[in-house]
């Protein structure tokens, strides 16, 4: 039975709109106009437990919207919600014991003037947990999070960076089984990067969790999502693999070989030459032809490494949101 379920979800807002200069400010005080604007356009889709899903699109697509409506933040203007057999919005303790909502603008709430252990110790009585479940999950936490040296300072001064780990440890905590991630990695330089996606792989692996991510940084998708939600202009445009949506929306695939003693036209016929450098080149072929260019470059030149890629994700992206997915 799927977790998550999204059902023909819909959010509009109204909002007010007037012509610049002072005669129409002062008639919109008499008879105000409005227009809708709709955020979400019944998108539908259900998570099944344990998958990690990519929630991506451009700025204003309406994911973050979507990851309120879904933690209850928002009431949607239709349209059905089900998460972990609950009515979001209506906000019962054991849905929000179920979930975590976790953006990466803002990854910890609350006092900053708290120190780690303290904002730890005051989740542990907000939600409940016994002593002995908070001793293991925050020696769990400390560990696979790195936050020994950052216990005993106040949440003020923290990095943006630590600031991401303390919050995974304070959403965690109590060990939610659906997790939505608006933005992880935002802001984080390449060492903090790499610690929250190792963290989250294998936090996922270990407990089984669901996990909503969304992320304008494609590595972050990559490397944790199998399945990816495309969303743009408040509805989803695609629900499936990298994979195919690579092979629907690229006709081609790149081959990269190692040939230090090749020539350009010892290279050139087997396909467009899109870079090259140190012996290196890279090929633009069509998918349909990748194993008579991979057979004619072994037959014609000495080889030293050859591999077949997909196109970057950051590019097959790109083209979904320019071209579409017709």
């Known amino acids: 039975m799927s977790v998550v379920v999204a059902q023909d979800l819909t959010m509009t807002y109204r909002v007010p709109v007037r012509a610049g200069g002072l005669a129409a400010a002062l008639a919109s005080v008499v008879r105000r106009r409005y227009r809708d604007v709709h955020a979400v356009r019944r998108v539908s889709f259900e998570i099944a437990p344990g998958e990690v899903v990519g929630f991506i699109g451009p700025n204003g697509a309406g994911k973050t919207t979507t990851m309120k409506l879904l933690s209850g933040l928002l009431h949607p203007t239709s349209g059905r919600i089900d998460v972990l057999g609950f009515t979001p919005w209506q906000r019962r303790a054991p849905f929000l014991k179920g979930i975590a909502l ?18 730890l110790d005051y989740q542990r009585l907000l939600y409940d947990v016994t002593r002995g479940d908070y001793q293991q999950a925050l020696t769990e936490l400390t560990d696979l999070l790195e936050l020994e040296p950052l216990l005993e300072r106040q949440l003020r001064a923290l990095s943006l960076g630590e600031k991401m780990r303390v919050g995974l440890a304070l959403a965690l905590l ?44 494609m590595a ?26 690579s092979a629907r929306l690229s006709p081609f695939k790149l081959i990269r070989v190692s040939a230090p003693s090749a020539r350009r036209d010892d290279v050139e016929p087997a396909g467009e030459i899109v870079q090259t450098g140190n012996g290196t080149w890279v090929l633009r072929v069509p998918r349909a032809d990748v194993a008579r260019a991979t057979a004619a470059l072994l037959s014609t030149v000495d080889v030293a490494d050859l591999a077949v890629e997909e196109p970057a994700l950051e590019d097959v992206i790109d083209r979904a949101y320019r071209d579409g997915l017709a």
Request: a negative charge; proline letters at 5%; hydrophobic letters at 40%.
């Open 102 to 119: 976790i953006r990466g603008s803002q990854p910890v709430g609350g006092s900053q003037e708290l120190t780690v252990l303290d904002a």
């Open 220 to 245: 972050d998708v990559q490397q944790l999502c199998e399945r990816l939600l495309l969303i743009d202009h408040g509805e989803v445009q695609y629900d499936g693999s990298l994979p195919e949506l």
């Open 174 to 217: 109590y060990r939610p089984r659906v997790l939505f991630l608006d933005e992880p990695t935002l802001g984080l330089d390449v060492s903090a990067t790499a610690t929250i996606r190792r963290f989250l792989a294998t936090h996922a692996e270990q407990t089984g969790a669901t996990i909503l991510l969304t992320s304008h940084y």
